[in-house]
């Protein structure tokens, strides 16, 4: 005899109508119906019987909306951090043996939970809320995590081929040849910038860069069709190196020659992609604060990845696309002082320093000062008012080794 089973949602049509408007094939606001789906599911949690995926998708998803400049950024790590708890342990709880009890790290291992997030959970619940960047990335890789092992498998019921068109299926079916296409589309800007760089030193007449940068954006928007993972590919392949970051960088040298010729283009993308520039700035940021075996002092693609970040928040040539990406100066602060190293503190400095952020320096100097002499990082500006501060300024020193104390991840020795 067929077994009953009871389903908040009428029939699969809706159900695979939730996923495509949870997991968009466009994402631009004009199509972004996340929200609707949330208010759908919270209708589902209501009558019962929901699966803890499809509920967790839903606070996922919802966080990342109020992911906003407009709220507090402890507002919207409290609330990352609330989901992301919420998925990790109803994920383990409903596998739970009520006979024999497992660890975390057993049950998640069985069903494909990640250690990653299990340290993150336990981190988020136990100590301070880990940064906006790390939380980003955390609940971005949830939701694929969901998708993949839950959403993906929900049989395809008969739809009009309207329905059914794009999606993330034929994203991931074609993003490889996707990849190589943008590869080329960004090498032969770069090409055709500098062959104009070169025609101009030699006194010819030639295109500005700014009209092959609008070329160019438009042919990278029309590939990515505003999908947030061919944005990530398309980010993925800028931070390559000999894109942003030039194969003849050494310590040291200067980038200003290498902001002339990307900024155009990347300004151009932060126009036409959501959320390009916010995802890029917390890409830039993982790469200098994700541990090496390498020793950060000379390591010349942190540096240079760090000097885009410094370029990025501080010229006055992106004070438009910052207000426009919707950057938020706390944000990287707070990655700066939490992840203290070789270059994020010098970068927290160049941001404090800046006149544009009056604020910070009042805000967040002392603890800059404190971390750069603890952690003896040597100051490399002509500030005057800066090496008085840094002069006077006392390392935080352990009583009895007096040894600094340096803050690891979870799991880390």
């Not at 590869?183 to 007449?205: F, P, Y």
């Not at 090496?387 to 006392?394: F, G, I, P, S, V």
Request: glycine residues 4%; aromatic residues 8%; hydrophobic residues 40%.
């Amino acid at each position: 005899m067929p077994r009953l089973e009871f389903t908040p949602w009428r029939d699969e049509v809706e159900l695979i109508r939730v996923r495509q408007q949870l997991y968009p094939a466009n994402g631009s606001k004009e199509s972004d119906e996340r929200r609707k789906a949330c208010s759908r599911i919270s209708m589902w949690k209501i009558r019962g019987n929901l699966p803890h995926a499809v509920e967790s998708t839903a606070c996922l998803t919802d966080a990342v909306l109020h992911d906003d400049p407009i709220n507090s950024t402890f507002a919207v790590r409290a609330v990352y951090s609330t989901a992301f708890c919420r998925f990790v342990t109803g994920m383990i709880d409903s596998e739970q043996n009520a006979k024999r009890k497992k660890s975390m790290y057993q049950v998640g291992k069985g069903i494909g939970i990640p250690a990653s997030f299990i340290e993150l959970r336990h981190q988020a619940t136990h100590e301070d809320l880990p940064s906006l960047v790390v939380l980003r990335r955390a609940g971005e890789r949830a939701l694929q995590w969901l998708y993949h092992n839950y959403w993906k498998c929900i049989d395809m019921p008969e739809l009009p081929a309207t329905f059914v068109e794009g999606g993330l299926e034929t994203l991931n079916e074609s993003a490889p040849k996707l990849r190589d296409r943008l590869r080329e589309i960004v090498r032969a800007h770069l090409k055709s910038c500098l062959a104009t760089r070169q025609a101009q030193n030699l006194d010819k007449v030639t295109v500005p860069s700014r009209y092959a940068a609008i070329n160019t954006s438009r042919e990278i928007v029309r590939l990515c069709q505003g999908r947030a993972e061919m944005q990530k590919e398309l980010i993925a392949v800028l931070l390559e190196r000999k894109m942003l970051i030039p194969s003849t960088k050494s310590l040291g040298s200067k980038m200003d020659h290498v902001f002339e010729l990307w900024d155009d283009l990347l300004k151009r993308l932060t126009v036409h992609q959501r959320n390009f520039l916010l995802t890029l700035t917390d890409e830039m940021s993982i790469l200098i604060i994700q541990r090496s075996l390498l020793d950060v002092r000379i390591d010349e693609y942190r540096e240079a990845v760090a000097m885009w970040l410094e370029h990025i928040y501080t010229d006055k040539v992106w004070k438009g696309a910052r207000l426009r990406g919707k950057l938020d100066v706390n944000t990287i602060m707070h990655t700066c002082m939490m992840n203290p190293n070789y270059w994020t503190l010098p970068l927290a400095v160049a941001i404090i320093e800046d006149p544009m952020y009056p604020g910070a320096k009042s805000r967040y100097s002392d603890i800059i000062f404190k971390a750069m002499k603890t952690y003896n990082i040597p100051y490399q500006r002509d500030n005057p008012e800066t090496m008085e501060a840094l002069a006077n300024t006392q390392a935080v020193t352990v009583e009895d080794g007096k040894v600094p104390w340096v803050p690891t991840p979870i799991g880390c020795v």
